[in-house]
């Protein structure tokens, strides 16, 4: 889920990390962009999943229905709005 907008996403255990990426970018209805990431280690490639647009009415919330997945999911960055005070005016942008 990207804010109020449902994404549901089809995937199966003999799908690579580039079928799922793909998978992803197909079926998101243009709201969220997945890109795998080298980052080194023995495990190197990792999915990233994030918003095309940016503050915390497109938080991505992921669940899966299939509780026998071996998916696991790491938040790197939490979704938030800009807060700050300018001239002693509050400011929050998303």
Do not use: C, H, W
């Not at 994404?7 to 998978?23: V, W, Y």
């Amino acid at each position: 889920q990207i804010g109020d907008d449902t994404i549901e996403i089809d995937i199966n255990a003999g799908m690579s990390l580039e079928e799922l990426k793909e998978a992803i970018n197909s079926n998101s209805k243009n709201l969220v962009e997945a890109s795998i990431l080298n980052v080194g280690g023995d495990n190197p490639y990792t999915l990233v999943i994030k918003s095309k647009e940016s503050g915390l009415d497109n938080e991505i919330t992921i669940s899966l229905s299939n509780e026998d997945s071996q998916l696991s999911f790491d938040e790197i960055q939490k979704a938030g709005d800009a807060k700050f005070d300018f001239n002693g005016v509050s400011i929050t942008r998303s």
